[in-house]
């Protein structure tokens, strides 16, 4: 058989198992979603009808906006076969280093906005940087490097704050997190969509891009299911572990930079067990903690459903100890189901 031909047959293989893994994507996502309906049919029938309103699903959008952009970060460390503990310390490091830095500027409107986010970014950036020089230099686990980041932020944030929660001095960054980004109850009687629900939206759907899309994404799939073949295939593991872990802190910041633009101040209280509400979404959105398998479609889901189960247990008056321990079943439930998923796959 000619070279050609044999190139041309490699390259159709190559279009096909691109194509099968893009259907099979797609059916996970399209089975999302009517999992999703289909538990919230149940759980409204179950509530008396209050669930589906549109104001109690804005309402279960809202809550759920912090633990998904956190969950996008935590997606691409996990994917990796990665972990990283320090998301709930940095979005308090993060805040409480916005509200100073804030404070000591004379400007207001966008430029004081962009500045105070752009060095929020910035902190929980190097951070992430700092979680991933150990795992990529010295082959440290990476819940030993970011629980010590976990520690060292959280102290940090106390220090620095000395321990008191630091108001805004400008209100301008109220609407970011009180605002409405559409009026609608004025023109179609609907509630409007809180400024932090089209955060999230925005940031789902560009690391969604990122991740399925871009020669770093499958960089990213390609360390997760196997490190050695993709190091030997040429993929640079230390940088593209490096980013991921920079992604996440990224993450953080903008999560503490929409607390504390909510509340008015940062606190070193904030995002206190932030990082565990996290890994849940990634995990109970199909993502596998052995790495090489996840979506960022996926972490949504998993945050929209836990969110459904916090918001219809309040509806039905269940106390928050209880809460606990059905996130906990479902987390557990969810492992089951993708151990029990891969075993048949491989019978």
Same mark, same amino acid.
Request: glycine share 10%; hydrophobic share 55%; aromatic share 8%.
């Given at each position: 058989?000619?070279?050609?031909?044999?190139?041309?047959?490699?390259?159709?293989?190559?279009?096909?198992?691109?194509?099968?893994?893009? &259907?099979?994507?797609?059916?996970?996502?399209?089975?999302? %979603?009517? #999992? *999703?309906?289909?538990?919230? !049919? $149940? =759980?409204?029938? +179950?509530?008396?009808?209050?669930?589906?309103?549109?104001?109690?699903?804005? &309402?279960?959008?809202?809550?759920?906006?912090?633990?998904? %952009?956190? #969950? *996008?970060?935590?997606?691409? !460390? $996990? =994917?990796?076969? +990665?972990?990283?503990?320090s998301v709930g310390?940095?979005?308090?490091?993060?805040?409480v280093t916005m509200?100073?830095?804030?404070?000591?500027?004379?400007?207001?409107?966008?430029?004081?906005?962009?500045?105070?986010?752009?060095?929020?970014?910035?902190?929980?950036?190097?951070?992430?940087?700092?979680?991933?020089?150990?795992?990529?230099?010295?082959?440290?686990?990476?819940?030993?490097?970011?629980?010590?980041?976990?520690?060292?932020?959280?102290?940090?944030?106390?220090?620095?704050?000395?321990?008191?929660?630091?108001?805004?001095?400008?209100?301008?960054?109220?609407?970011?997190?009180?605002?409405?980004?559409?009026?609608?109850?004025?023109?179609?009687?609907?509630?409007?969509?809180?400024?932090?629900?089209?955060?999230?939206?925005?940031?789902?759907?560009?690391?969604?891009?990122?991740?399925?899309?871009?020669?770093?994404?499958?960089?990213?799939?390609?360390?997760?299911?196997?490190?050695?073949?993709?190091?030997?295939?040429?993929?640079?593991?230390?940088?593209?572990?490096?980013?991921?872990?920079?992604?996440?802190?990224?993450?953080?910041?903008?999560?503490?930079?929409?607390?504390?633009?909510?509340?008015?101040?940062?606190?070193?209280?904030?995002?206190?067990?932030?990082?565990?509400?996290?890994?849940?979404?990634?995990?109970?959105?199909?993502?596998?903690?052995?790495?090489?398998?996840?979506?960022?479609?996926?972490?949504?889901?998993?945050?929209?459903?836990?969110?459904?189960?916090?918001?219809?247990?309040?509806?039905?008056?269940?106390?928050?100890?209880?809460?606990?321990?059905?996130?906990g079943a479902v987390?557990?439930?969810?492992?089951?189901?993708?151990?029990?998923?891969?075993?048949?796959?491989?019978?």
């Amino acid at each position: 058989m000619a070279d050609a031909e044999i190139k041309a047959q490699l390259t159709q293989s190559a279009k096909d198992a691109a194509a099968k893994k893009a &259907r099979a994507y797609w059916m996970r996502v399209a089975i999302a %979603i009517v #999992g *999703v309906a289909i538990v919230a !049919v $149940i =759980i409204n029938m +179950g509530a008396h009808g209050s669930f589906l309103e549109p104001s109690n699903i804005v &309402r279960v959008l809202r809550q759920i906006t912090y633990n998904c %952009i956190l #969950g *996008v970060g935590q997606t691409f !460390v $996990i =994917i990796t076969a +990665g972990i990283d503990l320090s998301v709930g310390s940095l979005v308090s490091l993060t805040g409480v280093t916005m509200a100073l830095f804030a404070n000591t500027l004379h400007i207001g409107g966008f430029p004081l906005i962009a500045l105070t986010l752009l060095v929020g970014c910035i902190v929980g950036g190097l951070a992430g940087f700092v979680n991933a020089v150990p795992v990529v230099k010295l082959n440290l686990p990476p819940f030993i490097t970011t629980l010590a980041m976990m520690l060292m932020a959280r102290g940090l944030a106390f220090k620095i704050s000395h321990g008191r929660p630091i108001p805004l001095n400008s209100p301008d960054f109220t609407n970011t997190g009180i605002g409405y980004f559409l009026h609608l109850h004025s023109i179609l009687g609907l509630p409007g969509i809180p400024i932090p629900i089209v955060w999230m939206i925005v940031i789902v759907i560009a690391c969604s891009i990122l991740l399925m899309r871009t020669r770093f994404g499958r960089y990213v799939f390609a360390i997760g299911g196997n490190e050695e073949a993709a190091r030997l295939a040429g993929v640079n593991v230390a940088r593209t572990k490096t980013l991921v872990y920079v992604i996440s802190g990224v993450a953080a910041a903008i999560v503490g930079f929409l607390y504390m633009a909510l509340f008015s101040s940062g606190s070193p209280q904030t995002g206190n067990g932030f990082e565990l509400q996290a890994i849940a979404a990634v995990v109970v959105g199909g993502s596998s903690l052995m790495g090489g398998r996840g979506s960022i479609v996926g972490t949504f889901f998993g945050a929209f459903l836990i969110g459904i189960l916090y918001n219809v247990m309040n509806l039905l008056n269940i106390e928050s100890y209880t809460q606990d321990v059905v996130l906990g079943a479902v987390i557990v439930l969810a492992v089951v189901l993708d151990e029990l998923r891969k075993r048949y796959l491989t019978r």
